[in-house]
């Protein structure tokens, strides 16, 4: 009599964890009610695959897993629909839960030698798993389904290109210039660029101009196409040059207005202009005496400041000395004194 009561209790919790698997009604199985529309044309390129090939590959949507791994759920569920042809196991189950945020692609083992671990792992992360992290789950079960596909039908260029597009490019075209971190890559390198744009105008010759500003351009082509580097590069030639030639000028210009100093002049590596292409392109910097001629023509101009400034000061103070020695005369007191009176208060 027990034992009939221990099975009267199991029946109902083995009945439980039957009716907890979905059942199979074609090839996309959309419980999620995620796929909306498009699910008609996934399910009709799937029936034609497995009319050509004979390979059974079936869509699963779930919210959730009931609480279950994803592994033992694809894996009761790829058992219960009995995937694939029977003898040749060609059987494949795309199962997507919504909520778990969770997605696996069940292989039978006819097709485990095509369909390998590594090319479901990429068609996973690569092909689906970004567009789920936007939200488009109809077009990541495509996205899937097209990489599952184009294995199993050999196509090397449509797998590659659902599968294996780990190049910069790709990184960037499947999750953005922003999400992939791309911006922060080409920021710092802007950074380097100008800073070395600004040390070409300051120190070294031709090998600074050639070598030390381009020197981290190339890196943009981890981003950009070689026409953005190209164009960047010919923008650094432009700017750099007239960088260093306003600095020229400005040497120029100390040394002319400082020309009776005979060794400023003699020293300074611009004495005519305009200077010529190949001058501008070995320009070193502005020659020490030039340097010190412009910290002394600096400091004059500080000292004239303080003096016109002290003068001023001066003439102030005796202007308001002589009125106030022109008011005494003008006007005073008829000898009258203070009676003590009126009030006084402090703010």
Same mark, same amino acid.
């Given at each position: 009599m027990g034992w009939l009561c221990l099975l009267a209790l199991w029946l109902p919790i083995a009945a439980t964890g039957a009716e907890a698997l979905p059942e199979l009604h074609g090839h996309v199985n959309d419980y999620a009610q995620v796929l909306g529309a498009r699910a008609a044309g996934i399910d009709a390129q799937l029936t034609e695959h497995e009319r050509v090939t004979g390979d059974q590959v079936v869509v699963l949507t779930?919210?959730?897993?009931?609480?279950?791994?994803?592994?033992?759920?694809?894996?009761?569920?790829?058992?219960?629909?009995?995937?694939?042809?029977?003898?040749?196991?060609?059987?494949v189950l795309i199962i997507v839960a919504v909520n778990d945020h969770r997605t696996r692609i069940e292989v039978g083992y006819g097709l485990e030698g095509r369909l390998t671990d590594l090319a479901s792992s990429q068609i996973l992360r690569q092909a689906m798993h970004p567009r789920f992290a936007s939200g488009d789950y109809a077009g990541g079960v495509e996205a899937g389904v097209e990489g599952v596909l184009a294995v199993l039908g050999n196509d090397s260029v449509a797998a590659g290109a659902a599968a294996t597009d780990d190049s910069p490019q790709g990184i960037i075209a499947r999750e953005g210039f922003f999400a992939?971190?791309?911006? =922060?890559? %080409?920021?710092?390198? !802007?950074?380097?660029?100008? /800073?070395?744009?600004?040390?070409?105008?300051?120190?070294? *010759?031709?090998?600074?101009?050639?070598?030390?500003?381009?020197?981290?351009?190339?890196l943009l082509r981890f981003v950009?196409?070689?026409?953005?580097?190209?164009?960047?590069?010919?923008?650094? =030639?432009? %700017?750099?040059?007239? !960088?260093?030639?306003?600095? /020229?000028?400005?040497?120029?210009?100390?040394?002319?207005? *400082?020309?009776?100093?005979?060794?400023?002049?003699?020293?300074a590596s611009v004495t005519a202009?305009?200077?010529?292409?190949?001058?501008?392109?070995?320009?070193?910097?502005?020659?020490?005496?030039?340097?010190?001629?412009?910290?002394?023509?600096k400091g004059r101009r500080s000292r004239g400041r303080a003096d016109s400034s002290s003068s001023s000061s001066t003439f102030d103070s005796s202007s308001s000395s002589s009125d106030s020695s022109s008011s005494s005369s003008d006007y005073s007191g008829d000898g009258g004194s203070s009676g003590g009176g009126g009030a006084s208060d402090s703010w």
């Open positions: 779930v919210t959730d897993l009931g609480g279950q791994d994803i592994e033992s759920y694809s894996n009761a569920v790829f058992t219960q629909w009995r995937l694939g042809h029977k003898g040749v196991d060609n059987g992939s971190g791309a911006w =922060l890559f %080409v920021l710092f390198t !802007l950074l380097f660029v100008v /800073m070395f744009t600004w040390m070409t105008t300051t120190l070294g *010759g031709l090998w600074s101009y050639l070598l030390l500003g381009p020197l981290c351009i190339p950009f196409p070689w026409s953005v580097v190209g164009g960047s590069f010919a923008l650094y =030639l432009v %700017v750099a040059w007239w !960088l260093r030639r306003r600095k /020229m000028r400005l040497e120029y210009d100390i040394v002319q207005q *400082g020309s009776n100093n005979a060794r400023s002049h003699r020293k202009w305009p200077p010529s292409l190949w001058q501008v392109l070995t320009w070193s910097g502005p020659s020490v005496a030039v340097v010190a001629a412009t910290h002394a023509r």
